[in-house]
């Protein structure tokens, strides 16, 4: 995944996409846990509330579904 610091595209859009696409692309399967939003706002020198609200817009669309205390998971069907 790269985000592109100089795009007029947020960045939590482009994170939000580039998950998306690896989850069509097969690099995250279906009820296999995503990187953690410290994990990604790390790896990717942003802010850890870029991050989340990226990861945010993936469950308030289904893609993906958090477990409290444990972190994010693709949800079933989240390919289609």
């Known amino acids: 995944m790269l985000l592109d610091f100089n795009s007029e595209t947020p960045l939590y859009l482009q994170l939000a996409s580039a998950i ?38 993936l469950v308030d669309d289904g893609i993906l579904y958090k477990k409290r205390g444990v972190g994010m998971f693709v949800c079933t069907g989240a390919k289609e």
Do not use: H, M, Y
């Open 20 to 57: 998306e696409d690896n989850i069509l692309r097969g690099v995250f399967e279906e009820e296999t846990q995503v990187p953690s939003t410290t994990e990604i706002s790390v790896n990717f020198k942003i802010n850890p509330a870029t991050a989340g609200k990226g990861v945010n817009l």
